[in-house]
């Protein structure tokens, strides 16, 4: 789920426009939850055809996104060089990719099978995530922060590039405002909430369970919200708010289903049906 999250990041960073794609999320993707844009768009690596990159800032860049190095590639999170071949599994995808420079340039990049090490589709580019949210949340740690919530059996794995188990905790202590989905969006992005009383009693629901939590560790900040707050900095987008209650009015529009009066294979007088249809909704602002 985590690497899902961080490709649709991606995703955003890379294709501003809000035309381009859907996003389906959960009342609690409202929730600051999420390193800032600026700081996930540093620990992302864009890859494309003719791209210059020596192998040691490569190296280093995939240390650095919390990728290990293996002699042969099998599961997400690994990558190995042999020569000026480089092999990496990104975490959010199906398949490994190869990468074959000639010196410092970039000249192919390919999927791969981990089982036959066959080449198969060529890309133009790809966006390389990190492998979790953690390496973003213990760069911004400072040293004395560094000792005072981590053991010294911690501290040392860090040193090694091996995080601890849940550095999302310290998420308000790195960040002084703490991310929610709404901050990745661009300002045009048109916003549709699904039963609002529902999101408010789910979201407030959630709050409580978070503020007991929190109870137990206060050395933490809370950076946890109402769902009213949420709605505020939703109040920047366009917003529909959608209903099962059919209502009657200009401001309102009927979305509910009803069977359409054709029979099978009728596929014009459907074309003829929807088209009208299409024609009453645009005209509706």
């Known amino acids: 789920m985590i690497w899902g999250q961080m490709q649709l990041l991606a995703?955003?960073?890379?294709?501003?426009?809000?035309?381009?794609?859907?996003?389906?999320?959960t009342e609690r993707a409202l929730q600051p939850h999420l390193p800032t844009p600026d700081m996930f768009r540093d620990y992302?690596?864009?890859?494309?055809?003719?791209?210059?990159?020596?192998?040691?800032?490569?190296?280093?860049?995939?240390?650095?996104?919390?990728?290990?190095?293996?002699a042969l590639v099998e599961t997400e999170g690994q990558w190995s060089r042999r020569g000026d071949i480089v092999d990496i599994f990104p975490v959010s995808a199906e398949l490994p990719i190869r990468l074959d420079f000639f010196g410092d340039d970039l000249e192919q990049v390919r999927?791969?099978?981990?089982?036959?090490?066959?080449?198969?589709?060529?890309?133009?580019?790809?966006?390389?995530?990190p492998t979790s949210y953690a390496p973003m949340i213990?760069?911004?740690?400072?040293?004395?922060?560094?000792?005072?919530?981590?053991?010294?059996?911690?501290?040392?794995?860090?040193?090694?590039?091996?995080?601890p188990e849940g550095v999302r905790r310290f998420l308000g202590v790195a960040f002084e405002k703490p991310a929610s989905l709404l901050?990745?969006?661009?300002?045009?992005?048109?916003?549709?909430?699904?039963e609002v009383e529902?999101?408010?009693?789910?979201?407030?629901?959630?709050?409580?369970?978070?503020?007991e939590a929190w109870r137990q560790e206060r050395s933490l900040p809370q950076i946890h919200r109402t769902f009213a707050e949420s709605q505020q900095?939703?109040?920047?987008?366009?917003?529909?708010?959608?209903?099962?209650?059919?209502?009657?009015?200009?401001?309102?529009?009927?979305?509910?289903?009803?069977?359409?009066?054709?029979?099978?294979?009728?596929?014009?007088?459907?074309?003829?049906?929807?088209?009208?249809?299409?024609?009453?909704?645009?005209?509706?602002?």
């Open 44 to 70: 992302c690596l864009n890859l494309h055809l003719g791209a210059v990159i020596t192998a040691k800032t490569l190296d280093a860049t995939l240390v650095r996104l919390g990728y290990e190095r293996v």
């Open 183 to 194: 901050d990745y969006l661009p300002n045009a992005t048109v916003c549709a909430v699904d």
């Open 198 to 211: 529902l999101c408010q009693a789910h979201g407030d629901r959630w709050r409580e369970q978070a503020e």
């Open 233 to 285: 900095q939703l109040g920047q987008f366009p917003v529909i708010y959608l209903s099962e209650l059919a209502e009657t009015g200009a401001d309102a529009v009927n979305l509910s289903s009803r069977p359409l009066p054709t029979t099978p294979h009728q596929f014009a007088k459907i074309a003829e049906i929807l088209r009208g249809k299409r024609e009453i909704y645009s005209g509706i602002t």
């Open 11 to 25: 995703d955003l960073i890379a294709s501003p426009d809000p035309a381009s794609l859907a996003i389906v999320a």
């Open 111 to 129: 999927e791969f099978d981990p089982a036959t090490q066959r080449s198969l589709d060529r890309l133009e580019k790809l966006v390389l995530t």
């Open 138 to 163: 213990t760069a911004r740690l400072t040293p004395a922060q560094i000792q005072q919530y981590l053991s010294e059996a911690e501290q040392e794995a860090l040193t090694q590039q091996n995080y």
